[in-house]
């Protein structure tokens, strides 16, 4: 049953707020440190082992969705509980570790020619624009979950789930791409 209260159009604002400043703040933080300061070098910090971290951490939460999916057909509610929100830690865990790599070293150009460039492109592009949303909607779904509105709930979870896990597994896909378009170090 979805909980309704004299209180609860006001608490919603304050969380809708909260989100979109969250929201703002990590895509102008990012817009920032890729387009605008571009990296330090020579800051002596090495972040160098943070692209392979955040892979990973992407990987984990591409399987934690999945198998929260799976628990909540099954009616499993406590472990769908349990992988989502880890899957929200990972997810935040691996945005702390992307932004901190991109604000020491800058962005990695893709080194890859011809066909296999555009299909970069591509991934990458659909990865940029859909990651956008993933910090409002994965919000979102958790405040409703919390707020035990599952009717909400569910009506974003529909959206989010497929567009994140889209993101957590192209995240990976990039990061393997980059990896192998890298000229080979001596």
Request: glycine share 6%; hydrophobic share 50%; proline share 4%.
């Amino acid at each position: 049953m979805e909980a309704t209260t004299s209180s609860q159009p006001r608490s919603d604002r304050t969380f809708y707020v909260f989100n979109a400043v969250v929201s703002v703040s990590a895509v102008a933080f990012l817009f920032y440190i890729l387009v605008i300061r571009r990296g330090t070098a020579g800051t002596g910090l090495d972040l160098r082992f943070m692209p392979a971290v955040n892979a990973s951490l992407n990987a984990l939460s591409a399987c934690l969705l999945m198998t929260g999916w799976v628990a909540i057909r099954r009616k499993s509610i406590q472990l769908h509980k349990y992988c989502q929100v880890s899957a929200f830690v990972s997810s935040s865990l691996f945005l702390i570790g992307y932004l901190a790599y991109h604000f020491v070293h800058g962005d990695t150009k893709f080194q890859g020619r011809g066909p296999i460039r555009a299909i970069y492109l591509f991934i990458l592009a659909s990865h940029i624009v859909l990651s956008v949303g993933i910090v409002p909607m994965a919000l979102t779904s958790l405040y409703f979950a919390w707020k035990r509105a599952f009717v909400k709930h569910r009506a974003i979870a529909r959206v989010t789930l497929p567009i994140w896990l889209y993101v957590s597994v192209t995240g990976v896909v990039i990061f393997f791409m980059l990896r192998g378009s890298a000229p080979a170090v001596p």
